[in-house]
T-cell receptor, first 117, second 115 residues
């Protein structure tokens, strides 16, 4: 089965510190995208960062970076210099299937991140 | 550019009733997909429409249905509501291939409570 798993239901971090959220997935595809989405309380889900599986270099977007381990099917999100506005549910997601007509994302169960002032 | 708009934002229904939720995608986006979000099951894919055709369907009973209009606006309908249908229903729009590449834009959701 093609699945995305987040093993940390909740995480907390001190403001300005670094936190890493974990995600593992299972797919038989050789090329695919992986995403981290952020859902702040009562606000829209937005894309934080994405990684294409065939690219060996880990993606980075300002304070957000990923540690992509393709062989281990692991895709963790690192948030550096945590800010109060980073408090949200974070979802790991992937289409898991690379064919163009598959407009469907499979999500992990989410990690609720709390920022401690 | 206006974002994805979902209406209504909140609604309360009783068991056995039906409900219709609406989604207006970002201008130019022809793909609209729907997800159900619950604390127990997380985010589950319902269906996806492109050019008024349902291209993908998740594992939900036939009580869940949808459609897309020629202007790309989409509606989903849930008939014979059950308590377990209480959830946040998210709509997302994209250009073709958007779900695969991360260019998926979500609305704020419609929160349905079934009593």
């Amino acid at each position: 089965a093609q699945t995305v798993t987040q093993s940390q239901p909740e995480m907390s971090v001190q403001e300005a510190e670094t936190v890493t959220l974990s995600c593992t997935y299972d797919t038989s595809e050789s090329d695919y995208y992986l995403f981290w989405y952020k859902q702040p309380p009562s606000r829209q889900m937005i894309l934080v960062i994405r990684q294409e599986a065939y690219k060996q270099q880990n993606a980075t977007e300002n304070r957000f970076s990923v540690n992509f381990q393709k062989a281990a099917k692991s895709f963790s999100l690192k948030i550096s210099d945590s800010q109060l506005g980073d408090a949200a549910m974070y979802f790991c997601a992937s289409p898991l299937i690379s064919n163009f007509g598959n407009e469907k994302l499979t999500f992990g169960t989410g990690t609720r991140l709390t920022i401690i002032p | 550019k206006a974002g994805v708009t979902q209406t209504p934002r909140y609604l309360i229904k009783t068991r056995g009733q039906q409900v219709t939720l609406s989604c207006s995608p970002i201008s130019g986006h022809r793909s609209v997909s729907w997800y159900q979000q619950t604390p127990g099951q997380g985010l589950q894919f319902l269906f996806e429409y492109f050019s008024e055709t349902q291209r993908n369907k998740g594992n939900f009973p036939g009580r869940f249905s949808g459609r897309q209009f020629s202007n790309s606006r989409s509606e989903m309908n849930v008939s014979t509501l059950e308590l377990g249908d209480s959830a946040l229903y998210l709509c997302a729009s994209s250009l073709p291939g958007g779900a695969n590449t991360g260019e998926l834009f979500f609305g704020e959701g419609s929160r349905l409570t079934v009593l």
